[in-house]
Nanobody, 124 residues
Framework: QVQLVESGGGLVQPGGSLRLSCTASGDILTVHAMGWYRQTPGKQRELVARHTLEGITTYADPVKGRFTISRDNAKNAVFLQMNSLKPEDTAVYYC??????????????????WGQGTQVTVSS
């Protein structure tokens, strides 16, 4: 069974920083991509940042220059360094992965695995 476990959310003042972490566990063979999404009440979940195995990194326009995504491929982990946080960054942040895991003697691809979410609140 594959699981994504996130940590690092919390309450921070505007202009502050937080670092989110997410680790994929299970009998994982390959992680094609990992990323972060966020969601506020009444709105659709939106991409924040994503990093692929080929090294392609994508950022949403509102976070460019403030957030940095990084990966530790050996640990199947992804991180999101969030600087210069703004109140509009307040949301539940979800880790997402596109990966292949071992099921018996075969590799099974799961293209849309989600973590449980971690709350980030930016407020004075």
């Amino acid at each position: 069974q594959v699981q994504l476990v996130e940590s690092g959310g919390g309450l921070v003042q505007p202009g502050g920083s937080l670092r989110l972490s997410c680790t994929a566990s299970g009998d994982i063979l390959t992680v094609h991509a990992m990323g972060w999404y966020r969601q506020t009440p009444g709105k659709q979940r939106e991409l924040v940042a994503r990093h692929t195995l080929e090294g392609i990194t994508t950022y949403a326009d509102p976070v460019k220059g403030r957030f940095t995504i990084s990966r530790d491929n050996a640990k199947n982990a992804v991180f999101l360094q969030m600087n210069s946080l703004k109140p509009e960054d307040t949301a539940v942040y979800y880790c997402n992965a596109d990966l292949v895991y071992a099921r018996g003697f075969e590799g099974v691809r799961l293209s849309d695995v989600w973590g449980q979410g971690t709350q980030v609140t930016v407020s004075s």
